[in-house]
């Protein structure tokens, strides 16, 4: 490694242990000009199919519209039919590729969720990316159809779901990847299966995303294990702190006191499409990733993740989720 390779990991290193540097635009724009970072463009996708959920504003719809920029055959899926097709449209528009279409699934809906997998499997011989990318931070328990609480069934068990429904056209495509959305929130809480999924008293919205997301991250290392046979690539990461309309309408407070800090939502989709569409990301499995940069999945040691948690964690998302066993190891220690 030369001195200046050193240099970088230095500063990256020192970014990390910042959380705000790291995780604002401070923190890409430095790591963008210190690393030698692959051009996207350089990567094309064409006859390639990806499906992202959650596509119709933020996160979703840049990463979206940087695949189908990219040459590929990019499946939208949102809950809103109307929203769903206007962002449809507005890829199209932009990128000049008009093999762009839309599915229609709430994953307050296991039935809907099970339903658009049908869809995908039916009309498709290959899939070549799954970004599990959808979800909300919500102020109010609310149960869903499913007798779920809606943070736990949308983040959590509905993800899983198309995962495992997918597996197997994932499987028989060479070179696919899972990649699966987190929140540098995750940071703030274990994994404690009991207190997963929030009951009406005391509902806290922040602690219940934070949880789901860990058990994201959890699942993914537990997926990249289980279903290591299937050849699947499976990473999960977190964005940093991005100005959406999400964040605008979840965390108005902290929206405006970051203000120019956040990043733009092409800054925090970046790792998205490049875990999407660079050689470097198959040749690991299961990690964790910021800014292209493998990241630990805890900061304070009382967040780590046990095996038994782990493992309890995987029976418990399967029975909710109707999934049969995957075959695989136990799991092991998160780091």
Do not use: C
């Amino acid at each position: 490694m030369n001195a200046r390779s050193l240099l970088a990991q230095a500063v990256d290193t020192a970014l990390e242990g910042t959380v705000v540097l790291s995780f604002s635009r401070v923190g890409y724009d430095v790591r963008s000009r210190l690393f030698a970072w692959l051009d996207l463009t350089e990567r094309p996708m064409t006859g390639k199919v990806a499906v992202v959920t959650g596509a119709t504003s933020g996160l979703g719809l840049t990463a979206a519209t940087r695949l189908a920029a990219l040459g590929a055959s990019v499946r939208l899926l949102g809950r809103d039919i109307g929203r769903t097709e206007r962002a449809r449209e507005e890829i199209a528009t932009r990128t000049g590729n008009p093999d762009v279409e839309i599915g229609v699934a709430d994953l307050a809906s296991l039935d809907d969720v099970r339903r658009y997998a049908d869809q995908i499997r039916r009309y498709h011989s290959r899939l070549d990316v799954l970004v599990n990318n959808a979800g909300a931070l919500v102020r109010e328990h609310q149960l869903t159809g499913d007798g779920m609480e809606l943070t736990a069934q949308t983040h959590v068990v509905a993800p899983f779901l198309l995962t495992a429904q997918l597996l197997t056209l994932l499987a028989q495509t060479p070179g696919s990847r899972v990649v699966t959305v987190s929140s540098g929130g995750m940071y703030t809480e274990r994994l404690g299966l009991p207190h997963l999924e929030m009951g009406p008293d005391g509902f806290d919205g922040v602690k219940a995303y934070a949880r789901a997301k860990r058990a994201q991250v959890v699942l993914n290392r537990q997926w990249a294990q289980r279903a290591a046979h299937s050849g699947v690539t499976f990473h999960a990461m977190h964005p940093g702190w991005v100005d959406t309309p999400g964040i605008q309408e979840a965390l108005p407070g902290f929206s405006r006191a970051m203000g120019p800090l956040l990043r733009t939502p092409e800054q925090g989709a970046d790792t998205m499409v490049w875990l999407a569409t660079a050689r470097e990301p198959l040749t690991s499995n299961g990690q964790f990733w910021l800014d292209r940069h493998r990241r630990w999945t805890s900061k304070l040691p009382w967040t780590r993740t046990s095996a038994p948690d782990a493992h309890q964690l995987w029976q418990w998302v399967s029975e909710r989720a109707g999934v049969g066993a995957v075959d695989g190891p136990e799991p092991v220690v998160t780091p």
